[in-house]
């Protein structure tokens, strides 16, 4: 995914947001203007779900590709009819029709899912989350929209607790694949920023744009250090380094 947003051109802003009462905001696009053309970032809030983060960042593409959304436009709220379409073309882009009905056919030939009990449906739908890394409910509603699994189906796995340790689905899941399995449900935390933003910013110091202290001061809001890029820590700038970092050991 993130291969896709160097080759749009799209800066990735990574950071732990954290909830504000019944809201949470999984990603944003914002789009700045400058003399030389214009510049792109998504910001991702790394306090969702790890898989969750996978459908924002798709999800955001689409608002890119499109030009649709807050960014692009005046309004202050998102419009609810372009938001669905944003999910919509995020699920798709994750997995696609064609290959969610070869996924059907490979693992139940001729069985008509409608028919098939809900254990047998719930080990289908972990195996499709470990290999496409949509979500759960994500995956639940792209089987009935696909008319794969009745109304009754879909009301009684979508409402189900995906994310309890406890639960059967996670059991189901961990035993489909562990390691995946722990990486999906993880809140990584994240913060980072694409690769070219500090390449940015370091080539701005060795070309003498910028001062060492400014440089310090944005690696350090990035949990990173100059030695972390081959920069030595100058030898009059030791203080600084020590009050900017609490005396903690740099090497």
Same mark, same amino acid.
């Given at each position: ?17 954290? &909830? ?14 400058? &003399? ?10 790394? !306090? ?26 005046? &309004?202050? &709220? ?19 029709? +064609?290959?969610?009905?070869?996924? !059907? ?17 719930? #080990? ?17 509603? #792209?089987? @009935? ?8 189906? @879909? ?5 189900? +607790? ?49 001062? @060492? ?14 030695? +972390? @890029?081959?920069?030595?820590?100058? !030898?009059?700038?030791? +203080? ?12």
């Amino acid at each position: 995914m993130k291969m896709i947003l160097e080759r749009k051109d799209i800066l990735l802003c990574e950071y732990p947001f954290s &909830e504000s009462g019944d809201t949470h905001t999984y990603g944003n696009i914002v789009k700045f203007k400058t &003399e030389e053309g214009s510049i792109t970032f998504i910001g991702l809030n790394t !306090v969702s779900y790890y898989d969750e983060q996978v459908f924002a960042l798709a999800h955001e593409i689409y608002h890119f590709s499109t030009e649709t959304g807050m960014a692009y436009s005046s &309004e202050r &709220e998102e419009d609810k009819e372009t938001e669905k379409k944003a999910d919509r073309f995020a699920a798709e882009f994750l997995l696609p029709a +064609d290959a969610l009905k070869d996924m !059907v056919i490979a693992v139940f030939g001729d069985t008509d899912l409608k028919d098939v009990p809900d254990s047998r449906l719930l #080990r289908f739908v972990a195996r499709l989350h470990c290999d496409w890394w949509l979500p759960y409910q994500s995956i639940i509603n #792209r089987l @009935y929209e696909e008319n794969h699994i009745s109304k009754n189906q @879909y009301d009684g796995l979508y409402n189900l +607790d995906c994310r309890s340790e406890d639960g059967v689905y996670r059991k189901i899941l961990r035993s489909t694949d562990n390691e995946i399995s722990e990486l999906l449900n993880t809140k990584t935390r994240t913060i980072g920023v694409s690769s070219r933003i500090i390449d940015t910013v370091i080539n701005n110091y060795e070309d003498g744009f910028i001062e @060492y202290e400014e440089l310090l001061q944005t690696l350090t809001l990035l949990g990173k250090k100059p030695d +972390d @890029y081959g920069i030595q820590v100058a !030898v009059e700038f030791d +203080d600084d380094l020590e009050e900017m970092t609490g005396g903690e050991d740099t090497e």
